[in-house]
């Protein structure tokens, strides 16, 4: 079985200090990993995605990921937060070997973030 | 390039009652996903098409949930009868291919409410 936690239900930062939210896993064999931000009144916005290779991942709006697999986390990170960057953040795994759980993604409760001017 | 679509935002109904949510993926991806996020927990997997196939259905809580995709383009999921429990906000997603290091892509969500 795979899970994901994400043990913060929220982080408050000020604008301009860097921004970390946390994510750990839980797979039976490999990860592919995936955050996602759900702004207010909106959907699910993809922001990166880890699959192979180099550790630290680089997505959208200057958001990374890095993935330690020694410590089980994917930790997304952005140096320099913004107010724009208040939104609900969503970690998610899917085993790569795991043919048993098919494509579906498992999903963390969510992280809500909260950027002060 | 549209974006996966869902109709409606909210719907509110009354126990017992039955709704229908509509799901439009991205033009051209087989693979169409319905999650649900009930009160504030995580967002759990409910199915899983392959074009007009049923390729894993193992999230759906009961048989009072029913989806479909004729021709394998729009989705369908009904919930008869509704309970309250069944509120949440439910989510369409859709990807091109089968590889697991595919990108799914979420529409805005259905809000549903159950008095």
């Known amino acids: 079985a795979q899970s994901v936690a994400q043990p913060e239900d929220q982080v408050n930062v000020a604008e301009g200090n860097p921004l970390t939210v946390k994510c750990t896993y839980s797979?039976?064999?490999?990860?592919?990993l995936f955050w996602y931000v759900q702004y207010p009144n909106r959907g699910l916005q993809f922001l990166l995605k880890?699959?192979?290779?180099?550790?630290l991942v680089k997505g959208s709006y200057g958001f990374e990921a890095e993935f330690n697999k020694s410590q089980t986390s994917f930790h997304l990170k952005k140096p320099s937060a913004l107010v724009s960057d208040s939104a609900l953040y969503f970690c998610a795994v899917r085993d790569k070997e795991g043919k048993a759980a098919g494509n579906k993604l498992t999903f963390g409760g969510g992280t809500r973030v909260l950027v002060k001017p | 390039e549209a974006g996966v679509t869902q109709f409606p935002s909210h719907s509110v109904i009354e126990k017992g009652q039955t709704v229908t949510l509509r799901c439009d993926p991205i033009?051209?991806?087989?693979?169409l996903y319905w999650y649900r996020r009930v009160m504030g927990k995580e967002i759990k997997f409910l199915l899983h098409f392959v074009k007009e196939s049923k390729q894993d259905e193992s999230g759906m809580p009961n048989n009072r949930f029913l989806a479909e995709r004729t021709g394998g383009t729009y989705s369908t999921l009904k919930v008869q009868p509704a309970e309250l429990e069944d509120s949440g906000v439910y989510f369409c997603a859709s990807s091109p291919g089968l590889a697991g290091a595919d990108t799914q892509y979420f529409g805005p969500g259905t809000r549903l409410t159950v008095l």
């Open positions: 880890y699959i192979t290779g180099d550790n």
């Open positions: 797979v039976s064999g490999n990860p592919y």
């Open positions: 033009s051209g991806h087989d693979n």
